[in-house]
């Protein structure tokens, strides 16, 4: 249990399911366990999901995974839930899951909005389900490197939640490019993304080592194709000294192509971004 939800229990006398949200929200408490919820109302653990029915019909709390509730804020009961960085870290904790988020939710939210997800991107460390919580849909990845990457903070209203850092996004565009949307969106990523600030080389180099050359070679082609990044000899050297066969710009389309003999990449379709 937590340590402020045992204190505020400990100080507390049991209060009505009807004013458990408001409860909960007056005392900054953003996410309660079954096992807590039923302390604080004082009632056996089983009861709680029909105690709790009317303040979820009302959108008044929210289960975004079994045995975990989140009051929700006056402003976002409309929404049925608090936004999906609001829920994502109390979310994780409680399936014991490392995680970052990624791709088209990071890229956001480090300022390369030319195409506003519709979903929130995240990678995990174990299998987590698809699900929608209010107006939030939220995809999960299993990747094995996220302990492995440059990760950075944003700061929530709880707290603090690990996103992929500029270099570890890229890294992540260029490995799936079917979570971006495709090549052309992958391309309008990037462009964006170098727009906004010098990438850390050293960083980049470091930890494209967890990821397949392709997705190293594919990045660098396309940096340079469509970026003003001034040096890219650090990290084509990297990929030289990765001798591997040669591979191919855009998983998804032909076999057919080119050879870029730089960055030994067939490039099997023209890349069109439109930013």
Not at 57 to 74: A, K, Y
């Amino acid at each position: 249990m937590n340590n402020r939800i045992i204190h505020q229990l400990n100080t507390a006398s049991h209060i009505k399911a009807s004013a458990s949200s408001k409860w909960l929200l007056a005392h900054g408490i953003s996410a309660i366990t079954t096992a807590d919820l039923a302390a604080l109302l004082g009632i056996p653990i089983n009861h709680i999901p029909q105690r709790m029915a009317a303040l979820k019909s009302r959108n008044e709390i929210v289960t975004p995974t079994q045995g975990l509730w989140i009051p929700v804020p006056p402003e976002y009961q409309t929404w049925g839930a608090p936004p999906a960085i609001e829920i994502i870290d109390a979310m994780m904790s409680h399936l014991k899951a490392d995680y970052y988020i990624g791709w088209l939710s990071a890229a956001e939210l480090l300022g390369a909005s030319h195409h506003a997800p519709q979903v929130f991107q995240v990678a995990t460390s174990k299998a987590v389900r698809t699900r929608i919580v209010g107006r939030s849909r939220f995809l999960f990845f299993i990747r094995n490197h996220i302990k492995h990457v440059s990760l950075t903070n944003i700061e929530t209203k709880s707290g603090s939640v690990p996103l992929s850092s500029r270099e570890t996004t890229l890294l992540d565009i260029c490995s799936d490019i079917g979570i971006v949307g495709g090549i052309d969106n992958a391309a309008n990523l990037i462009i964006e993304l170098c727009e906004l600030s010098e990438i850390d080389m050293d960083t980049l180099i470091t930890i494209s080592e967890n990821y397949p050359i392709t997705t190293t070679r594919r990045l660098g082609f396309l940096l340079e194709k469509f970026t003003d990044t001034s040096d890219l000899s650090q990290l084509h050297a990297a990929c030289e000294k990765r001798n591997a066969a040669l591979s191919i710009l855009d998983p998804y389309g032909c076999l057919t192509g080119y050879q870029d003999t730089r960055w030994r990449i067939k490039i099997n379709k023209e890349v069109s971004p439109d930013v």
